[in-house]
């Protein structure tokens, strides 16, 4: 909740504003009466649990780290079967937060230079004014015809299918939220057991699991030149 309160940045319905302030506020009251808080990483003095114990003051015995993974049985590497196109590879959810923007206008520099590129944008949208806002800038950009954004929710299997025949996988986080400083997603451990050339923002939980030019190609948040000169390499 406390992250969908701060995507919402200045646009404040009153019946959703409400629902995630009351989440929070709970959130706030009962976490430190948990017996045991999960929390995604790699210990409890870093990253998402460290932030845990700080803004709810917790007691660190009270917090089991665990960090995400992929399952390898499932993360098989496919051989491309559309060689024509270099395809850049997104999934998840469709908002600003996530960095969308600055990967369209990324995409969008670069088919200045080359005529072949394809953009993959798997995951829906929850609100009409980032669909409109997504959809406005592939056309400003001049990247619609060449963008795959079905705008919906992709089966699991499917999403991996795809990714397996993607050139490059990005993970483009804004670093507007707070929360995004710790995050551990699940697709970039799927890139990883897939092999796939990745570039990605660098966030703190991000650099935990990726090494900047050994593993991924690590970004400032937001800075669209550097992403788009990271996809050029």
């Known amino acids: 909740p406390s992250v969908e309160l701060e995507s919402l940045d200045g646009y404040r319905p009153l019946g959703k504003y409400a629902t995630y302030w009351i989440h929070v506020q709970l959130t706030h ?13 790699t210990d409890v003095n870093s990253g998402l649990a460290a932030h845990v114990r700080s803004k709810y003051k917790i007691d660190k015995k009270k917090i089991l780290p665990i960090p995400n993974g992929a399952d390898v049985k499932r993360t098989k590497r496919e051989k491309k079967t559309h060689s024509d196109k270099f395809t850049i590879f997104y999934v998840g959810s469709m908002k600003k937060a996530r960095g969308i923007d600055s990967l369209i206008r990324s995409v969008g520099s670069l088919t200045d230079d080359y005529d072949d590129i394809r953009l993959q944008l798997l995951g829906p949208t929850r609100r009409t004014e980032d669909r409109v806002a997504i959809r406005q800038l592939l056309q400003s950009e001049g990247i619609e015809d060449v963008t795959q954004f079905p705008d919906k929710r992709v089966p699991h299997q499917k999403v991996l299918n795809q990714m397996a025949r993607a050139d490059v996988c990005v993970l483009p986080l804004s670093g507007k939220l707070e ?38 190609l690590l970004t400032t948040p937001g800075n669209v030149d550097e992403f788009t000169e990271n996809l050029r390499i």
């Open 29 to 41: 009251h009962t976490l430190p009466h948990a017996d045991t808080i999960v929390a995604v990483g």
């Open 179 to 216: 929360n995004y400083k710790f995050s551990y997603p699940i697709k970039l451990f799927e890139y990883l057991s897939m092999g796939k050339p990745i570039v990605a923002s660098n966030q703190p939980g991000v650099s935990e699991i990726v090494e900047d030019n050994t593993h991924a």
